[in-house]
């Protein structure tokens, strides 16, 4: 039976996972990266993992590792200027090929939960789809006429970082009014903060120190009817609403998924954002164009995406002539 590696690399954990073609998740570990802050250290610890994983997997054929990261260089194989990740220029790609022998794939962090939703979630039929995942930040992968578009660096989807509010709140790429300083977990705790500094709605959240404020919190406070807390919410759905409308103009998506954390305020969440979406939407598309919750798991998203990367590189690859980094 056939077998792939995916590794997840996020700014505190890398998540590495051995899984089966149907998503089946048959180990998984986590590595801290603030334990491994050099190349060379770092390297050497994940192919450990990756030859430990092999050395478990005797009846397995390993087919390839994928890797998902931000900061990813689809064309040098290697991880550059992520200010999460501590690693200057990592060779990631090189390094394991020479190691293992195995083929491997990298992409940006943002894409794994489209890939994943492409090869094992409700996107295997689908042409043309965009996974929104709502996390610290806020990512998008996005599939156009069956193909995840990468642009020429890997890097396209950075949708968190489009303008919403034009000299709004500042973000951490130095620009103002991005969209993930309002839709994302955070945002959701700087809407929360905001509303209670205004003080005209009741909420068991005023009096609790703003630093323990979180996004779980807020939506919990919503799901028991807190009209504070009711209410960051359809600020939130409401921008994100308008804004899944503009990338429907630029996409023409048949269906949009949203996942990460902020994915568990379930109707909280979905109810304004599906109202303010269908009041956006330009005329000519059609009005059904259904906003789902992602149905992969938060918990290995991460490593399923990373390992469906082989999944439909191996595909690819068998159809022409390509491999990985050849
Ligand atoms: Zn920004």
Redesign the pocket.
Known sequence: MKAAIGIDIGGTNIQVGLTLELGEVLHQTSLRVVHYQQNQIFLNVLTDVVQEFTALSNDLEIIGIGIGSPGANILSGTIQNASNLPWDNLPIVGHLKTETALPVYLTNDANLFAIAEKVFGQAKEMQDFISLTLGTGVGAGIYTSGELLTGRDGLAGEV??LVYNRGGRP???G?NG?L??YVSASGVVETTRQLIREARLESELIGIPESYITAEAVAEAAKNDDLLAIRVFEVTGQILGESLADLTATFNPETIFISGGLANANEVLFAPLRSSFEKSLLAIYPTEIPVLKSSIPDRNAGVLGASALVWEQSKIATESTLTAYD
Do not use: T
């Open positions: 968190g970082h973000c951490k790429c620009r991005c993930e300083r």
